[in-house]
């Protein structure tokens, strides 16, 4: 009789070609790259507070759980004028180029076109969590932790310290949509990762008090979620033009855009592949 696990097993045995050929479309149907590991030292999100005095957050050592399928690409204006054109995906304020990135796109904008590609394509697509943002991202993640600088006499040394930082790694951005592929490619094979086009996850907004007697107070916020790129923005999730307002201290994002990774299920998450 045979088990789940002699199934296992002997599929397992396949050659990978022979599987992939079998039981799955080529790797690059969809635009789509399958991450199969990655680690990084991953600066935990959100607001830290240490008897009311801010205070960078944690670093911890991350890795993929298991294999992650990422968008290659930016979603682009043309895809996105699709689900406008199937009366799924609200019009956006501004115009732009089919072939460019999407920009001037908030949270809720860039969770109906998810919605609408896993309704067309009858696959699960949705927005990466910042976590998962962060392993993709690889050499292009920037850590947001600019100063050490705690004053609780004087909150602004801080402020100022980060939005220097901040405006020193962005003075020479231009704000303009760019090409595909104009910011690079990194490690994992995913485009433009950290160019002028901010990206949505779906990690809210999160703060973290410990108070003076050891207790830490932990308040979650989604209608603010991340927002990644040359540097990791705190943003209110009605928001299309980030210079209109943002929940973080710094300079707030250029353009923002969307990347969507893919649930995998079914025999491929039986198998781990």
């Given at each position: ?51 009311g005095t801010p205070v960078n957050g944690p670093l911890r050592d991350i890795k993929l759980q298991a294999p992650l399928t990422i968008m290659r690409n930016q979603v682009t204006r043309g895809e996105y004028d699709q689900c406008i054109a199937d009366g799924t995906c609200p019009t956006l304020d501004i115009t732009g180029k089919p072939e460019r990135p999407v920009t001037g796109v908030n949270y809720d904008d860039a969770v109906a076109y ?160």
């Amino acid at each position: 009789m045979l088990t789940s696990s002699s199934i296992k097993a002997a599929l397992i045995g396949l050659s990978a070609l022979t599987a992939a050929q079998i039981f799955f479309p080529p790797p690059d149907d969809s635009g789509a790259v399958r991450i199969r590991a990655a680690s990084l030292a991953y600066r935990e999100p959100g607001e830290f507070l240490h008897h009311g005095t801010p205070v960078n957050g944690p670093l911890r050592d991350i890795k993929l759980q298991a294999p992650l399928t990422i968008m290659r690409n930016q979603v682009t204006r043309g895809e996105y004028d699709q689900c406008i054109a199937d009366g799924t995906c609200p019009t956006l304020d501004i115009t732009g180029k089919p072939e460019r990135p999407v920009t001037g796109v908030n949270y809720d904008d860039a969770v109906a076109y998810a919605n609408w590609l896993s309704a067309k394509t009858g696959e699960r697509w949705r927005l990466p969590t910042d976590r998962e943002w962060a392993l993709a991202a690889g050499s292009r993640y920037k850590d947001d932790a600019y100063t050490e600088v705690s004053d609780p006499n004087n909150p602004s040394k801080r402020w100022i310290a980060t939005y220097t930082a901040e405006s020193q790694g962005q003075k020479q951005i231009d704000s303009t949509p760019m090409p595909i592929g104009h910011f690079g490619i990194n490690e994992h094979g995913l485009a433009d990762l950290s160019g002028n086009v901010w990206e949505w996850t779906s990690t809210c907004y999160i703060r973290h008090h410990v108070k003076p007697d050891g207790q830490t107070q932990v308040t979650e916020n989604c209608g603010v979620r991340v927002a990644e790129g040359s540097h990791r923005a705190l943003m209110v999730g009605f928001i299309r033009d980030p210079k209109a307002g943002a929940c973080s201290v710094g300079v707030p994002p250029t353009n923002l855009g969307i990347r969507l990774v893919r649930d995998e299920g079914g025999l491929r998450r039986w198998l781990g592949l």
